[in-house]
């Protein structure tokens, strides 16, 4: 059954996964490196998620493969946003920091950006699921379907057949036959 293993990877995924973000729980986030530190292990969390989809084989068995699409239409610019909502939030109220929140009120943003860093934690975990998004697999490789003969319509002769006058009552005399037309052997 090609699922049946989907149930038990994703368990233990979410155990992986809450063990990470456990151990984010255990960095000091009040310094700028250890404040990254934990948003970069929540975010791995996320993409251990995203990655057992593709391992629980839920997503057509097959060769891993990168979609270019994804990563740079969805993955990049949530990179951007989320970046941007992480850094504003940093502590120790660094330059990074000062400016990033002076653009937002520039730009009219402030007061979202304000609101979102209370949820850090979530947005770094769905950037890192959003990060796994951009892979997949192929699926598996359908075997050669066997060829057909086909005859070649070019060879054939074409014969114009002329058609009998309809009956008064509109039917046709004599059935049309469909296929090739008849061929007579000379003796």
């Known amino acids: 059954m090609p699922g049946s293993a989907r149930g038990p990877v994703t368990l233990v995924a ?18 700028v490196g250890g ?8 975010a ?3 993409l251990v998620m995203a990655a057992s989809q593709l391992v629980g084989g839920w997503t057509k068995g097959g060769a891993f493969r990168f979609s ?12 951007i946003v989320v970046g941007w909502i992480v850094v504003a939030g940093q502590p120790a109220r660094p330059t990074t920091r000062s400016h990033v929140l002076t653009w937002s009120d520039d ?3 402030g007061n979202v ?15 890192g699921l959003l990060l796994g998004f951009s892979f997949d697999r192929t699926g598996p490789i359908a075997a050669a379907a066997p060829s057909a ?8 002769t074409l014969v114009t ?14 059935p049309v036959v469909a296929g090739p037309p008849e061929r007579t052997v000379p003796r």
């Open 14 to 31: 979410a155990g992986i996964a809450g063990t990470l973000v456990w151990l984010a729980t255990r960095v000091g986030d009040g310094t």
């Open 35 to 42: 404040y990254w530190a934990v948003y970069l292990i929540i």
């Open 44 to 46: 791995a969390a996320g």
């Open 68 to 79: 270019l699409s994804v990563f740079l239409f969805a993955f990049v610019p949530a990179l």
């Open 107 to 109: 730009l009219a943003i």
């Open 113 to 127: 950006v304000r609101d979102l860093i209370d949820y850090v934690g979530v947005l770094a975990f769905g950037l």
């Open 149 to 156: 003969t086909v005859r070649d319509w070019r060879d054939e």
């Open 161 to 174: 057949r002329t058609m009998p006058p309809m009956a008064e009552d509109g039917r046709d005399r004599e």
